[in-house]
T-cell receptor, first 109, second 113 residues
Framework: RKEVEQDPGPFNVPEGATVAFNCTYSNSASQSFFWYRQDCRKEPKLLMS???SGNEDGRFTAQLNRASQYISLLIRDSKLSDSATYLCVVKERYSTLTFGKGTMLLVSP | DVKVTQSSRYLVKRTGEKVFLECVQDMDHENMFWYRQDPGLGLRLIYF???????EKGDIPEGYSVSREKKERFSLILESASTNQTSMYLCASSSRQSNEKLFFGSGTQLSVL
């Protein structure tokens, strides 16, 4: 059974803080990794892919550790608008996406 | 603006009714998916389709069926609704070339009484 585990949170941080989420996956055959974002009462949307060498998109940095089978997302200089649930997503070759249950982030003024 | 449109935002049905949830996408995507999302359980895949008239079971297909007669439309059918099918239902689509990027509809909150 494919498993993607996340701390559900919530993570409560002040504006400007740096926050990091981790996610672990059980299937070592997993090939592709992503973070999706879901705002309250909205649909999920792709935030960023996660590459083996690590990658950045503005204030967001994603990293992959294949040996330990975990993925991380770092958010620097948190904004109020970053408040959302962050879904870790894993894909095996020739398979559909497996979603984690999400980590809730609340950024306060 | 690309779109995945679900026919209803809120739906209330009675136990035993047959329920149709409709989903239409305007992006000419090959792949379409139906998920349900429940508190504490996350997103779970019910059925998916990689082409017209094709369907594949996801992780929780019991009590559901699907229909894909046209490329742009993917319907989820609850043959005999039960209270444990009360949930948020999300439709999604993706292209064959970029199948990791799912575009979701805004969801249908189904309540079965």
């Amino acid at each position: 059974r494919k498993e993607v585990e996340q701390d559900p949170g919530p993570f409560n941080v002040p504006e400007g803080a740096t926050v990091a989420f981790n996610c672990t996956y059980s299937n070592s055959a997993s090939q592709s990794f992503f973070w999706y974002r879901q705002d309250c009462r909205k649909e999920p949307k792709l935030l960023m892919s996660v590459y083996s060498s690590g990658n950045e998109d503005g204030r967001f940095t994603a990293q992959l550790n294949r040996a330990s089978q975990y993925i991380s997302l770092l958010i620097r200089d948190s904004k109020l608008s970053d408040s959302a649930t962050y879904l870790c997503v894993v894909k095996e070759r020739y398979s559909t996406l497996t979603f984690g249950k999400g980590t809730m982030l609340l950024v306060s003024p | 603006d690309v779109k995945v449109t679900q026919s209803s935002r809120y739906l209330v049905k009675r136990t035993g009714e047959k329920v149709f949830l409709e989903c239409v996408q305007d992006m000419d995507h090959e792949n379409m998916f139906w998920y349900r999302q429940d508190p504490g359980l996350g997103l779970r895949l019910i059925y998916f389709s990689y082409d017209v008239k094709m369907k594949e079971k996801g992780d929780i297909p019991e009590g559901y069926s699907v229909s894909r007669e046209k490329k742009e439309r993917f319907s989820l059918i609850l043959e005999s609704a039960s209270t444990n099918q009360t949930s948020m239902y999300l439709c999604a689509s993706s292209s064959r070339q970029s199948n990791e990027k799912l575009f979701f509809g805004s969801g249908t909150q189904l309540s079965v009484l």
